[in-house]
Every structure is written in C-alpha cells, then in structure tokens.
C-alpha cells in the first residue's frame, strides 16, 4: 500500500509513503529535467519526498519546467514491485501547480485555472488594454516567447540594469523555471500580472513575434531585436503564396517601433521580409555577442563539468519546418569518440519542448541551457548547418564546420536561401558524420582564411562587444527609458 501527496511544506513536493522495506530509488524523469527523491525508512515503513524543482548547470534550484515527469521506483532484487497511490487533483503549490494519476506527475505554470480558458484570457485582455492612467516607467523583456531569458534582450537588459540600477524591469517566462536576471521581475505569461506588465510598460524588448494580440498603447516603445542574420528566407519572402501568413506578418510589423540589425545586409533583408521599409532600423551590432569579445568560456565550462583541457565541439543545428524534433544527423556519442572532445548538442528553441536530452559518454545536451553566447564561448569549434548562430559564431574566429546533408530539401522546397552557402561559407561544406568527423581530424581550418576575412568584415563589422552600450545610449537619448 503507497500513499501519495502533495505539500508546500518545505517548497513544492511530491511525498510518497508505504509499508515493507523503503525502495532503491525514486525518480521523476521528464524530457529535460529529472529529480532524484530522499528516501528514509528502516524496513517497515518508507518514505520518499520529490522536491518540485531542479538545478541545472550550477544554477539556483527552480520549480520543475512544465511538462509530464514519469514516476520511477526502483526495489532491491528480491523486494516485491511497489504500486504507487493516486490520483491526486490539480493542485496549486506556489511556484507551480501540478497533478498526479499514479505514474505521471503533470507540472503546469502557476497559473489560476480560471484564466486558462479563452474566455478567461479574453476578460484578461479587456481589463488591461482598456486600462486608464498612464504608462510605468519599466521595461518588459521577452526571448523566445518566454523560454528562457536570453539573447539581445538579456544582453540589453544587462546594460540597462547597469547605467540605470532603479529601473522596473519585467522579464515574460512560460513558467518559473526560467531564470531572470538579478533584479528583474518574472511575469508568467497569461497570468494577471504579466498582461499587467506589458500593457503598462514604456518600453517593450523583444526578439520574436508579440503574441495574444498585442496592441501597443499610445506612447508605448517595441524594439524588436530579433534573433538572427538570416541564411533562409523568413517571413514575406518564404517559398509559396499564402495571403494569411502574408497578412500576419505585416500586422506584426506594425507593432514594432524600432528594429535592430546585426549588419546592413540583415537591415536590408529583415526590412523586406517584415514590410518595415519607413521606421527605423538600428544596425548596432547584436547585443548577444558583445561577451564574445570580452569574456572567456571557463565559467560556463566548469558549469558543463568540462576540463580546461577538453576539446569542446558544439553542434547546433536549426529547426526544420517539416518536423517537430531535432534532426537526427549526428550520432553525438560517436562523434564525441572520433574527435576526441566533448560534445555539446544545442537544439533549436522551437525543439525544446517536443525534443528530449541527447545523452551518451561526453555528451551534454545544452538545449536547455539559457544562453547560446556563453555556449559558443565555451566552443572550440562549431557545427551547424543554416542556423543563424554561423553569424555569431564568427565574432570568435574559431572554426566552423556545415553539415547540410538535406541542403538540396532545405534550399529548394523548405525555405530557401538568400545566399549561396556553398561559394561563401567560411568553412568546409560536408554532407555526412563521416565527412565531418574527417575535416574536424585532420582538416585545415586555414584554408578557409580568406573566407572568414570576407566574412567577418560583411556580417560582424559592428560586433565590437559594445552593441549594448551603444542599444542603450540611444534607447536613454530618444529619451524611451527615464531615469528614475
């Protein structure tokens, strides 16, 4: 007999409980995290409390991401198999709310339920854009729809807090296992206080499309920072007519005050793409890759458990737009025993939620690790395909490497691209492991030296580790943030 429950006693926690010796081991295993529970008993009765939350890569101990975590429960040898209780309702704890049905525990945001329905978000969203009084003199930041806290805005959200240390500053998460910056304020998206904060604040940083509707109000700023210097077509200009997609994008665009571009050719691409031809676009360099210039890889190494003397290669691909998961071209244990390095697996943010950690002997899947700039610090090498991060990557100098073995698909029907990769990348071009494991033993980066020169002074000209000083002098100047 196992009885189940649910506490806040010392924090959100799952304990079970039953008669007969106490088990090996009790787990909650999910896609991207996994809590181990404490286990006390001495032969008649046992119990095992499961913390709601998790620490990753030396970070803080957060709530648990949302999503379904399988209960594990491992006897001894000659012990008889232990039945768990349940169910156990819907049950808010806080920092989460969470469910339980015998095998699976279910994580959500703490989110009311009665706000998780349209008409709930519906009412949410006529209260607050409807809303008198004037704007809070705050920022409200989001990446990657609230999937972490990261990229431009991190890296201007980092400057602010610096130059501006009393500013109110709102970061937008899916839950709160996202880590914010020091000082900032989470606002879990959909909730109450998050439709609050973005429908009040003076100045809006983000790297994605707005969503649920977003109207800006009068006198309020949206600098759209993006994501990325684009290799494939994006928005007006991917491959096929269709008038809603058309018709959302350029109703996007128009809640954009200001766009940042890495480079002018990004300036001109994004500007086409987004029909955003008569309002500003700032090319200052991207704020991501400022520490790409001024910091050194060792913290996040030693965060991975990686030696200084490792030989670290990070393989990085994008998303595919016919799939859901991370593509499956790399065996990454194998390439790991190849070449001799650890390798780090970092899948798209789109492939976060549906994919799982890769795993294997020096393998570390980092998908889940909140900052690709630290990530590509830490990288003695790069392997990618048509990924953005080639245009970050290059800011360090180190050596690239493509494995495009679908560039025929990806190019002709998926997206297309607005360059040929082949004649201009500054790397090998290969089209199997077995290509890329030989170029990564034994290959001559320096043959790809006049290419990553041409490169380098076309895409990275501004990346001079000061793109976020010269985002905020402007943002302090046009007077969009106020001291307070």
């Known amino acids: 007999m196992t009885d189940a429950r649910f506490t806040t006693e010392t924090g959100a926690s799952l304990v079970l409980s039953g008669e007969g010796p106490r088990p090996a081991s009790v787990e909650l295993v999910g896609s991207r995290a996994r809590v181990t529970g404490q286990l006390t008993g001495r032969g008649k009765t046992w119990r095992a409390v ?58 959500g945001p703490p989110i009311d339920p009665a706000y998780d329905s349209g008409e709930g978000q519906d009412a949410l969203e006529r209260r607050y854009a409807t809303r008198p009084g004037g704007l809070e003199n705050a920022v409200f930041f989001e990446s990657f ?9 991190l890296a201007i959200d980092r400057e602010l807090a610096r130059r501006v240390p009393g500013l109110t500053r709102y970061w937008s998460v899916v839950d709160l296992s996202v880590q914010v910056p020091e000082g900032a ?8 206080e998050w439709w609050r904060a973005r429908g009040s604040a003076r100045l809006l940083v983000v790297n994605d499309w707005l969503r649920r509707r977003f109207a800006r109000r009068r006198g309020q700023i949206v600098l759209q920072t993006w994501h990325g210097t684009p290799l494939k077509r994006l928005a007006l200009h991917r491959p096929g007519f269709d008038p809603r997609r058309m018709a959302a994008v350029v109703r996007e665009s128009r809640r954009w005050n200001i766009l940042l571009a890495q480079n ?33 890889g060792a913290a996040t190494r030693r965060a991975l458990g990686i030696r200084p003397e490792d030989k670290v290669v990070l393989y990085a691909p994008t998303w595919r737009d016919d799939r859901d998961e991370m593509v499956d071209f790399v065996d990454p244990a194998q390439l790991a025993a190849e070449t001799d390095s650890v390798v780090l697996v970092r899948g798209h943010s789109r492939t976060l939620l549906p994919g799982k950690d890769a795993a294997g002997p020096r393998v570390v899947d980092v998908t889940g690790f909140p900052d690709t700039s630290l990530l590509l610090l830490a990288a003695d090498a790069l392997v990618t395909d048509y990924s953005s991060v080639m245009f970050d990557f290059s800011v360090t100098g180190k050596p690239m490497y493509f494995l495009v073995p679908d560039m025929e698909h990806y190019r002709g029907e998926l997206r297309g691209f607005y360059f040929d ?26 043959r790809y030296a006049a290419q990553y020169q041409a490169w380098r002074a076309k895409f990275n000209a501004r990346d001079d580790g000061r793109a976020a000083e010269r985002v905020v002098d402007r943002l302090l100047d046009q007077g969009f943030v106020i001291r307070p």
Do not use: M
């Not at 086409?272 to 790409?292: H, M, S």
């Not at 990769?421 to 320096?446: F, M, N, T």
């Open 145 to 153: 729809y609230g999937r972490n806290a990261s990229c431009n805005p």
């Open 421 to 446: 990769l082949v004649a201009h990348a500054p790397g090998p071009i290969v089209r199997s492991q077995d290509e890329l494991v030989a170029e990564l033993r034994s290959g001559d980066p320096a």
């Open 185 to 192: 304020i989470p606002v879990v998206e959909g909730s109450p």
């Open 50 to 107: 499961l913390a709601l939350r998790a620490s990753r890569w030396g970070g803080p101990e957060l709530p648990l991401p949302a999503g379904d975590y399988a209960l594990l429960i491992e006897t001894a040898a000659d012990a008889p198999a232990i039945e768990p209780a349940g169910p156990l309702p819907l049950a808010q704890l806080g920092t989460l709310r969470a469910s339980f049905d015998g095998t699976t525990v279910r994580v």
């Open 264 to 296: 002018p050719y990004a300036a001109r691409i994004l500007g086409k793409a987004y029909a955003f031809l008569t309002r500003p676009v700032w090319i200052e360099g991207y704020p991501r890759n400022d520490v790409l210039t001024t910091g050194d």
